[in-house]
């Protein structure tokens, strides 16, 4: 059975920073497409970054510069380095895998406000 479970996020004043991490079971995070997503209130669920098995990454135009996606193959983590955050940035933060099937995270609140 598949579980991502993440952690981090929170309540972080503008130009601060927060690191988000995925941990995943029954799945070998190192050869799949890991992905980020958030959702802001009233607004769709968006992707703002993502890894591929062999570490190339993928930036959103609102998120390149200041967020870095990166894994830790040894603890089969993915995890999301958020620097510069603006109150735009507020959201629900979701990490994602398909394999056949699509698996979300349980999400993770990140709060950008001064």
């Known amino acids: 059975q598949v579980q991502l479970v993440q952690s981090g996020g929170g309540l972080v004043q503008p130009g601060g920073s927060l690191r988000l991490s995925c941990a995943a079971s029954g799945i070998i995070f190192s050869v799949n497409f890991v992905n980020w997503y958030r959702q802001a209130p009233g607004k769709q669920r968006e992707l703002v970054a993502q890894?591929?098995?062999?570490?190339?990454?993928y930036y959103t135009d609102s998120t390149k510069g200041r967020f870095t996606v990166s894994r830790d193959n040894a603890k089969n983590t993915v995890y999301l380095q958020m620097n510069s955050l603006e109150p735009e940035d507020t959201a629900v933060y979701y990490c994602?895998?398909?394999?056949?099937?699509?698996?979300w995270g349980q999400g993770t609140q990140v709060t950008v406000s001064s």
């Open positions: 994602h895998v398909r394999v056949g099937v699509p698996y």
């Open positions: 890894i591929s098995g062999s570490g190339t990454t």
